[in-house]
């Protein structure tokens, strides 16, 4: 649950990180602004859904900016983000408590940075993020921008999403994905059925 309701004051400043995200996050294929939107709407829904008190202003923060590295390189994006936030955060009316929480936060979210989620808005934003890749919605979202032959991104793509939801933290993540991971493995099963049918119409294919 969160621990209190956002001052006025803070709200504003949520907008200003609002704006720099969104402006920052126009060019992106299928980590763009509808992506935070989802992952910070997921954030909400899974703080006001545990009994540990979570502070609005260091989950929301980190919510939104926890891609803001890949506006710089897919490649270690965690600890870019990191240091993105670090200026931007330091502009802002934040103590330095909550600006070393929210960077916490935006490393610790993905596995590419080598640091595994401990706190409670860490381990909030890591499993929003999660839930944004299952689905229809989000096989396709991430098929995009891949580089590669149709099969090799397939396969190596699928089979990472497979393992998502079994690494959600808390009880009511894995509530709200549940539906969602049936969704995405009946369409990697039949994804599947499909590569694995072309790949035997080409070995059996008789040649004049």
Same mark, same amino acid.
């Given at each position: 649950?969160?621990?209190?309701?956002?001052?006025?004051e803070?709200?504003?400043?949520?907008?200003?990180?609002?704006a720099?995200?969104?402006e920052?996050?126009?060019?992106?294929?299928?980590?763009?602004?509808?992506?935070?939107?989802? /992952?910070?709407?997921?954030?909400?829904?899974?703080?006001?859904?545990?009994?540990?008190?979570?502070d609005?202003?260091v989950?929301?923060?980190?919510?939104?900016?926890?891609?803001?590295?890949?506006?710089?390189?897919?490649?270690?994006?965690?600890?870019?983000?990191?240091?993105?936030? #670090?200026?931007?955060?330091?502009s802002?009316?934040?103590?330095?408590?909550?600006?070393?929480?929210?960077?916490? /936060?935006?490393?610790?979210?993905?596995?590419?940075?080598?640091?595994?989620?401990e706190?409670?808005?860490?381990?909030?934003?890591?499993?929003?993020?999660g +839930?944004? #890749?299952?689905?229809?919605?989000?096989?396709?979202?991430?098929?995009?921008?891949?580089?590669?032959?149709?099969?090799?991104? +397939?396969?190596?793509?699928?089979?990472?999403?497979?393992?998502?939801?079994?690494?959600?933290?808390?009880?009511?993540?894995?509530?709200?994905?549940?539906?969602?991971?049936t969704?995405?493995?009946?369409?990697?099963?039949?994804?599947?059925?499909?590569?694995?049918? #072309?790949?035997?119409r080409?070995?059996?294919?008789?040649?004049?």
């Open positions: 649950m969160f621990s209190r309701t956002l001052t006025t803070e709200r504003q400043v949520l907008k200003k990180i609002e720099f995200v969104k920052k996050h126009a060019p992106m294929d299928c980590h763009d602004y509808s992506h935070v939107l989802q /992952v910070a709407e997921f954030t909400v829904e899974i703080a006001n859904n545990i009994e540990e008190e979570v609005p202003m989950v929301i923060c980190g919510a939104l900016l926890h891609d803001i590295g890949r506006t710089i390189s897919d490649e270690m994006h965690g600890l870019i983000g990191g240091s993105i936030a #670090r200026e931007l955060l330091g802002l009316p934040l103590s330095h408590e909550q600006i070393n929480r929210i960077i916490r /936060v935006i490393v610790r979210h993905t596995p590419s940075s080598h640091v595994p989620p706190s409670v808005e860490e381990k909030i934003v890591y499993d929003a993020d +839930l944004d #890749r299952l689905g229809a919605m989000g096989l396709v979202r991430g098929f995009m921008g891949k580089k590669g032959g149709m099969v090799e991104i +397939l396969e190596m793509y699928m089979s990472k999403r497979l393992k998502d939801y079994d690494q959600l933290f808390f009880p009511i993540s894995r509530s709200i994905g549940k539906g969602l991971d969704e995405m493995r009946k369409l990697i099963s039949l994804f599947t059925r499909r590569l694995n049918e #072309r790949k035997q080409v070995e059996e294919l008789t040649l004049p």
